[in-house]
């Protein structure tokens, strides 16, 4: 220590008595966020197959103004650190970490999920703990340690060098608010945003998430999805206008004469889907042969999905609440923005009516705070991976087999109910990683294929392994439900396709889609990459036929089309839901997918009036769902 002492006395003194160190000491300091700037922006990029490097490049030659925004952010935040410290090594230190990890997580978000890391993941943070699992099975390339070596390297030189800001300390109290409050205009003020027109930018919410990261670079997409925290009241909102409008949806009391309160379970079946539609593969055997066999005798078709390989919160919560998450920001995660109070959800209908209600995930319960969330859709229990009756099944795969969450939901249907009981269950088995996350020993489907590269047939095994015995599990739950004395119902749905490479790997390489840019896919390419199989079956005679049989429906008309082939009894939300179908089954805003005849002026009267019973729930002043959540249920 006392060597180390005399080093740094010597290049002080040596700073202080040649004005060229000094100078490059200070041009270090400066350009510090430059870097920061430029490897951030490496990093978030290592994502995309794109190539970091050309994607940098890009940025810097073409939108270069979104690289300017997202510098003078860095170097904003780091003044006012400076200001605020005097002394630049731990100023330096704290903006290294914040404007280093930041991209790195999207860097690992995208990755995992396919998504970018957005201002409302922040909500997740409590739930860090729950993507090891994940973490363990991504692999981190080689350029990433270079880029994170390099930071390391920048802090550990100023470290020695040990600038300090020779301002007083009265005008280092003053800089930092100012610096401080010049970020904040720079990123949340409204007026100061529509001067981004300036850089070649648009202040509005971007819809388009990748094309935002890509173009924008990490830290300015970042910033512009801010305009997104707050929504204000939409057009015409009020209780009267919602009433009018509404007004030919009030159910009939009449209705339900013969509902035989049956048990009612839905099971959100992870990334299940049939990879027997990829061109250029020949499979030796079916990877979900009961499915078929199950639908054959049954109803079902596929659901047009809200996301793709990722963000399963979405369409469970659609299918849960008949709400749309299509008014709502890109990537949202409506249980941590936006459920706060008792709402509206067909759990709580089924609990009105003197059901049970029960919810059961084969992972930690905590991930987006479904504990929290899941009483406040009327579960009176919602139950984790710790929490099951059940026996705990693995095989060679990071998570609880499908064959755990069946015997859960046999165990649960044994217990005594004294009307019935509404099971939501969600999968884990089938989740990606794909890459060698089982054994080869316990690979049950082959394939034979010229398009696909190593790697992608090993995610093409993983991933038929995953979902062949989701399909055995789904058969398993068929023939006892078909067994039982008690009228019962299942709905069995996937939320949404598998991630499969980057870049849409296995589906670009077999032609299935002809563009890795999802924008330039062609209608049929559109529904190839959002359509997952559903199927809805029961043990006895409902009295009513299935609207949907063979027409592709979006998710929040699920189970308002499973709620009346058992023939409940009517509510406002499952009238509209119903003739929202029968005018256009499919609504995709955020993909341009539309039913085939639904014209555009009715399309939008039904996503007008669609957002405005989401908008009214879960921001508004409920006055559609107030009359069905007594007094005592309400949350104010």
């Known amino acids: 220590m006392k060597k180390l002492r005399e080093i740094r006395t010597r290049i002080d003194a040596y700073i202080q008595t040649h004005k060229p160190a000094a100078f490059i000491m200070w041009l270090l300091v400066?350009?510090?966020?430059?870097?920061?700037?430029?490897?951030?922006?490496?990093?978030?990029?290592?994502?995309?197959?794109?190539?970091?490097?050309?994607?940098?490049?890009?940025?810097?030659?073409?939108?270069?103004?979104?690289?300017?925004?997202g510098m003078l952010l860095i170097y904003l935040f780091f003044g006012a650190m400076i200001c605020l410290w005097k002394h630049v090594p731990p100023a330096a230190l704290l903006t290294g970490l914040l404007f280093t990890i930041m991209p790195t997580v999207d860097f690992l978000k995208t990755e995992i999920l396919k998504e970018h890391f957005l201002p409302w993941d922040m909500l997740l943070a409590k739930n860090a703990d729950s993507f090891t699992t994940f973490l363990s099975a991504l692999k981190i390339p080689t350029p990433l340690w270079w880029l994170w070596g390099g930071t390391v390297a920048y802090l550990a030189v100023l470290a020695i060098l040990r600038?300090?800001?020779?301002?007083?300390?009265?005008?280092?109290?003053?800089?930092?608010?100012?610096?401080?409050?010049?970020?904040?205009?720079?990123?949340?003020?409204?007026?100061?945003?529509?001067?981004?027109?300036?850089?070649?930018?648009?202040?509005?919410?971007?819809?388009?998430?990748?094309?935002?990261?890509?173009?924008?670079?990490?830290?300015?997409?970042?910033?512009?999805?801010?305009?997104?925290?707050?929504?204000?009241?939409?057009d015409n909102y009020s209780e009267r206008y919602l009433?009018?409008?509404?007004?030919?949806?009030?159910?009939?009391?009449?209705?339900?004469?013969?509902?035989?309160?049956?048990?009612?379970?839905?099971?959100?079946?992870?990334?299940?889907?049939?990879?027997t539609t990829l061109k250029n593969v020949s499979f030796t055997a079916d990877p979900i042969p009961n499915y078929r066999r199950i639908l054959a005798e049954n109803h079902g078709g596929n659901m047009v999905s809200c996301t793709f390989g990722g963000g399963t919160v979405r369409p469970e919560f659609e299918i849960l609440t008949g709400m749309t998450t299509s008014m709502l920001p890109s990537g949202n995660v409506p249980y941590q923005q936006y459920v706060f109070n008792n709402i509206y959800s067909y759990a709580r209908e089924f609990k009105n009516q003197g059901y049970d209600t029960v919810g059961i995930h084969t992972y930690q319960k905590e991930f987006y705070e479904r504990d929290r969330?899941?009483?406040?859709?009327?579960?009176?229990?919602?139950?984790?991976?710790?929490?099951?009756?059940?026996?705990?099944?693995?095989?060679?795969g990071p998570f609880l087999t499908d064959e755990s969450l069946v015997e859960e939901i046999m165990y649960q249907l044994e217990q005594p109910h004294e009307k019935g009981v509404f099971?939501?269950?969600?999968?884990?088995?089938?989740?990606?990683?794909?890459?060698?996350?089982?054994?080869?020993?316990e690979w049950n489907?082959?394939?034979?294929?010229d398009a696909l590269s190593e790697e992608e047939s090993n995610l093409l095994h993983n991933y038929c392994?995953?979902?062949?015995?989701?399909?055995?599990?789904?058969?398993?739950?068929?023939?006892?439900?078909?067994?039982?004395?008690?009228?019962?119902?299942?709905?069995?749905?996937?939320?949404?396709?598998?991630?499969?490479?980057?870049?849409?790997?296995?589906?670009?390489?077999?032609?299935?889609?002809?563009?890795?840019?999802?924008?330039?896919?062609?209608?049929?390419?559109?529904?190839?990459?959002?359509?997952?199989?559903?199927?809805?079956?029961?043990?006895?005679?409902?009295?009513?036929?299935?609207?949907?049989?063979?027409?592709?429906?979006?998710?929040?008309?699920?189970?308002?089309?499973?709620?009346?082939?058992?023939?409940?009894?009517?509510?406002?939300?499952?009238?509209?839901?119903?003739?929202?179908?029968?005018?256009?089954?499919v609504i995709s805003p955020y993909y341009n997918l539309y039913s085939e005849g639904c014209d555009e002026e009715t399309r939008n009267k039904y996503i007008k009036l669609h957002e405005l019973l989401?908008?009214?729930?879960?921001?508004?002043?409920?006055?559609?769902?107030?009359?069905?959540?007594?007094?005592?249920?309400r949350q104010e």
């Open 465 to 585: 392994k995953g979902v062949s015995d989701s399909d055995a599990q789904l058969g398993r739950l068929y023939e006892y439900v078909m067994k039982r004395e008690k009228p019962t119902v299942v709905l069995w749905y996937g939320d949404h396709l598998p991630t499969l490479g980057n870049d849409f790997g296995v589906y670009a390489s077999t032609g299935t889609i002809t563009s890795t840019t999802a924008a330039n896919w062609t209608e049929e390419e559109k529904y190839q990459m959002f359509s997952t199989p559903y199927v809805v079956f029961s043990n006895y005679n409902t009295g009513h036929e299935y609207r949907a049989d063979d027409t592709p429906v979006s998710p929040y008309l699920l189970t308002a089309l499973m709620y009346d082939y058992i023939g409940a009894p009517e509510t406002l939300r499952s009238n509209f839901l119903l003739d929202l179908y029968t005018h256009c089954p």
């Open 373 to 396: 969330a899941y009483p406040l859709l009327g579960f009176d229990e919602m139950l984790g991976e710790y929490d099951l009756h059940a026996e705990q099944h693995f095989n060679s």
């Open 423 to 441: 099971i939501q269950g969600i999968t884990m088995e089938n989740h990606g990683l794909y890459l060698n996350k089982f054994d080869p020993s």
């Open 243 to 275: 009433e009018k409008a509404f007004a030919q949806y009030q159910p009939d009391e009449a209705s339900g004469a013969d509902f035989q309160n049956p048990d009612v379970i839905v099971i959100l079946s992870e990334s299940f889907w049939d990879p």
């Open 614 to 633: 989401t908008y009214d729930d879960l921001m508004g002043e409920q006055y559609l769902t107030k009359r069905l959540l007594p007094q005592e249920q």
């Open 30 to 69: 400066l350009l510090f966020p430059l870097w920061l700037s430029l490897s951030g922006n490496a990093i978030s990029f290592l994502s995309s197959e794109d190539g970091a490097a050309v994607l940098l490049r890009t940025l810097l030659t073409e939108n270069y103004g979104a690289f300017l925004l």
């Open 163 to 234: 600038p300090t800001l020779p301002i007083a300390w009265k005008n280092r109290v003053l800089g930092a608010p100012i610096l401080l409050g010049c970020l904040y205009l720079c990123t949340m003020n409204g007026t100061v945003r529509a001067d981004y027109s300036l850089l070649g930018l648009s202040s509005e919410a971007p819809t388009d998430q990748t094309k935002n990261y890509t173009e924008n670079g990490f830290l300015t997409a970042f910033v512009l999805n801010l305009s997104s925290l707050s929504m204000g009241d939409p």
């Open 445 to 449: 489907i082959d394939f034979t294929s």
